[in-house]
């Protein structure tokens, strides 16, 4: 029904920057929010930041002031800038998504991308 399709995950040198987008298609009512999440080897998902459909923000305190997210609600598409960026960013970053999306009512569900790897190293 929903498909979340990230990009922009690389190999980037310490204090580099890269720039994640992920789009959502499908059956979509409206996004209430979108964000990203990131899962270094051997830790626990954590989140990195948080959009609502009216611009609303939630950063983790260990990229506040480095990364910047942002949408484009007519394209259904959520971005994450990364700056400054450290090799304790290095994880696999996952694209989040709250979506109502067009059933026989509408019906809010959670959706996850599939995932892009970010490794940062000199």
């Known amino acids: 029904q929903v498909q979340l399709v990230e990009s922009g995950g690389g190999l980037v040198q310490p204090g580099g920057s890269l720039r994640l987008s992920c789009a959502a298609s499908?059956?979509?009512?409206?996004?209430?929010?979108m964000g990203w999440y990131r899962q270094a080897p051997g830790k626990q998902r954590e989140l990195v930041a948080s959009?609502?459909?009216?611009?609303?923000?939630n950063y983790a305190d260990s990229v506040k002031g480095r990364f910047t997210i942002s949408r484009d609600n007519a394209k259904n598409t959520v971005y994450l800038q990364m700056n400054s960026l450290k090799p304790e960013d290095t994880a696999v970053y996952y694209c989040?998504?709250?979506?109502?999306?067009?059933?026989?009512?509408?019906?809010?569900?959670?959706?996850w991308g599939q995932g892009t790897p970010v490794t940062v190293s000199s």
């Open positions: 989040n998504a709250l979506i109502g999306i067009k059933e026989e009512i509408i019906t809010t569900k959670n959706y």
């Open positions: 499908g059956s979509i009512f409206s996004i209430y929010v």
């Open positions: 959009m609502t459909n009216v611009g609303n923000t």
